[in-house]
C-alpha cells in the first residue's frame, strides 16, 4: 500500500465548475496535511495545510480531512483555466521534517 | 516575498562525476531539505537537516549523496559519483519548523541530467 495515494487521473473539469480532489494516507499517526500545485516544469507551491478535523477554506479552495477515514481533499470552486496543473498531496508525520508525496493528480479545466 | 534559491538550473554531468547542487534557503528558517523529482514521477524526499546535522534521511540517501551547511546561509548537495538513474530534477526546501507544523517552501529546482 503505498503511504499517500491520490487519485488518478487525470481529471478534466470546464471552467466554473468544482474540482474534487482525493488524497489517502496510510499513517494513522500522521500529523499535517498540505496541499502543493505544481506547473509542468516547475517547483511545487504551498495552496494549503490541514491539521485538524473538518473544512478549512481560502478563497476559492477548501481542504477537507477526516482523520478517522485517513482522508483528506481539496475542493476547487469556480474552477480556471489557470488552475490547470498537478495537484500533490503530502502528508508530514515526523518530527524529522520528512513529509511524503503522493503520485499527484492532473487537473485540466477547459475554457 | 523571501524565496529559496538554487544553482545552477540545470546540471550536466558525464556518469562517474562529482556535482555539488546549491541552494540558499530563506534566511529565518531553521529546517532544510533536498527532494528530488524524477521525470513523470512523484516528489521524493531524499533528506532533512537540523541545527547542522542530518535529522532523517530516506533509502535513497546513500553512501553517495551528501550535505553540508558550510557557512550561514548555503546548504550543499553533493553526489559523489553519478549515475544514470541519478537523473532528475532536485528540489530544494526550507521551512521554520517540522513537517508536523511547517510546509515546505521550495525553491525553482536544479535540473540533473547524468550521460
Known amino acids: 500500500q503505498k503511504e499517500v495515494e491520490q487519485n488518478s487521473g487525470p481529471l478534466s473539469v470546464p471552467e466554473g465548475a468544482i474540482a474534487s480532489l482525493n488524497c489517502t494516507y496510510s499513517?494513522?499517526?500522521?500529523?499535517?496535511f498540505f496541499w502543493y500545485r505544481q506547473y509542468s516544469g516547475k517547483s511545487p507551491e504551498l495552496i494549503m495545510f490541514?491539521?485538524?478535523?473538518g473544512d478549512k477554506e481560502d478563497g476559492r479552495f477548501t481542504a477537507q480531512l477526516n482523520k478517522a477515514s485517513q482522508y483528506v481533499s481539496l475542493l476547487i470552486r469556480d474552477s480556471q483555466p489557470s488552475d490547470s496543473a498537478t495537484y500533490l498531496c503530502a502528508v508530514g508525520n515526523t518530527n524529522a521534517g520528512k513529509s511524503t508525496f503522493g503520485d499527484g493528480t492532473t487537473l485540466t479545466v477547459k475554457p | 516575498e523571501p524565496e529559496v534559491t538554487q544553482t545552477p538550473s540545470h546540471q550536466v554531468t558525464q556518469m562517474g562525476q562529482e556535482v555539488i547542487l546549491r541552494c540558499v534557503p530563506i534566511?529565518?528558517?531553521?529546517?532544510f531539505y533536498w527532494y528530488r523529482q524524477i521525470l513523470g514521477q512523484k516528489v521524493e524526499f531524499l533528506v532533512s537537516?537540523?541545527?547542522?546535522?542530518?535529522?532523517?534521511k530516506s533509502e535513497i540517501f546513500d553512501d553517495q549523496f551528501s550535505v553540508e551547511r558550510p557557512d550561514g546561509s548555503n546548504f550543499t548537495l553533493k553526489i559523489r559519483s553519478t549515475k544514470l538513474e541519478d537523473s532528475a530534477m532536485y528540489f530544494c526546501a526550507s521551512s521554520t519548523g517540522t513537517a508536523i507544523n511547517s510546509p515546505l517552501h521550495f525553491g525553482n529546482g536544479t535540473r540533473l541530467t547524468v550521460t
Open positions: 534566511s529565518n528558517h531553521l529546517y
Open positions: 490541514i491539521y485538524s478535523n
Open positions: 537537516f537540523y541545527n547542522n546535522e542530518i535529522s532523517e
Open positions: 499513517d494513522r499517526g500522521s500529523q499535517s
